[in-house]
């Protein structure tokens, strides 16, 4: 899929206006509030002894409140706790983002004329055997794709930390992606951060994850560097789409040789020849001008071609320019009989 659709569907998910700090937003990943910010009422719930309440008369506070020069811990013992957990487990805090991390979406209605040729349409259900599924939130609709062994990097991390997401798409998009990664909740619980639960508008930081000094058992996977302005030294960035390299491996050991393709205006013909290479060089085929014993492929839109009749004349492979755009969507070597070259027959 389309990783610019999917960036402009999330894009135009995330909430606007004033900083969730602004806005009393809670913090999921702390739980209750560790320290009560200064001024801030207690619980209503808590009871004050005879002594503290006289303490709040001498300096002049009402019972019930904070001084503004002082910070209250609350829970230390739940803090203790967590960090002792983790320290038994011999596990650190792993951060997930969602798009071009652990998944890629488009939204129904950007989705491109190959992907609909490749089965794919607003009526398309999920396809669990590609990883691919119709998520069920609100408008827009959107299609998700797992990214390539994610459910098995999910298994081994699980061993090694303790996992969070963290998106800046809206809650109902980040619950509904972690409940397809995550059917059974074993992996992230509801350690689940969206926009808005975040504390900073369209930026990202671990004041929703971990109070300030667990910050240094922190580890990020994040593909975008920018929204953590704040914790550069914890990111590890999920490099290009590192997928380049998978890719790459789609056709590899293939030598592609192509007849032009034909048009009535030559700059269409060109244009389309020279698409379909870049395409099969990014997904690792050999391009080449000329048959010969090399070839294990000739790409064609005529059977009557001289190139055609030479594949059908040593046993190679002919077959049409549709074969490469499946295999440039699915990431994957179809059969090419799928894929007969029927112009000039």
Not at 111 to 123: D, K, T
Not at 150 to 155: E, H, I, N, S
Not at 199 to 211: E, G, H
Request: contains cysteine; charged residues 25%; proline residues 4%.
């Amino acid at each position: 899929m389309d990783p610019s659709a999917a960036a402009d569907a999330i894009g135009g998910m995330e909430a606007g206006g004033e900083d969730a700090a602004a806005r009393g937003a809670p913090n999921p990943g702390v739980g209750s509030q560790l320290l009560l910010p200064r001024g801030q009422k207690k619980d209503d719930g808590a009871e004050d002894s005879e002594q503290g309440s006289g303490a709040d008369e001498a300096s002049g506070l009402s019972p019930g409140y904070i001084s503004d020069d002082s910070m209250t811990l609350t829970e230390l013992g739940t803090k203790d706790d967590h960090l002792a957990s983790l320290l038994r487990s011999k596990k650190l805090i792993l951060v997930l983002d969602l798009d071009h991390t652990l998944i890629n979406s488009t939204r129904v209605h950007d989705l491109s004329p190959i992907e609909q040729a490749n089965g794919f349409s607003q009526y398309a259900g999920d396809d669990p055997g590609r990883g691919l599924f119709r998520l069920n939130s609100p408008s827009p609709h959107m299609f998700a794709k797992l990214r390539l062994f994610v459910r098995g990097f999910l298994q081994q991390a699980n061993a090694m930390f303790e996992m969070h997401v963290y998106t800046l798409g809206k809650r109902y998009y980040a619950w509904e992606i972690a409940k397809l990664l995550d059917p059974d909740g074993i992996y992230f619980g509801e350690r689940i951060i969206s926009c808005e639960e975040s504390t900073r508008r369209k930026r990202k930081n671990l004041d929703v994850v971990v109070p300030a000094d667990e910050n240094v058992m922190v580890v990020i996977l994040d593909d975008r560097k920018d929204v953590w302005k704040e914790h550069n030294d914890n990111l590890i960035e999920m490099e290009r789409e590192v997928i380049r390299l998978t890719r790459q491996e789609v056709l590899s050991g293939c030598t592609l040789a192509f007849c032009r393709v034909k048009s009535v205006n030559p700059l269409d013909s060109r244009a389309s020849y020279h698409k379909m290479r870049r395409r099969a060089k990014h997904l690792g085929a050999d391009c080449t001008a000329n048959v010969g014993a090399a070839v294990t492929h000739v790409v064609a839109t005529d059977r009557t071609t001289h190139k055609a009749r030479w594949a059908l004349e040593h046993g190679k492979f002919l077959v049409s320019k549709k074969w490469i755009d499946a295999a440039h969507f699915r990431w994957s070597k179809l059969n090419e009989q799928n894929f007969p070259v029927t112009g000039g027959s």
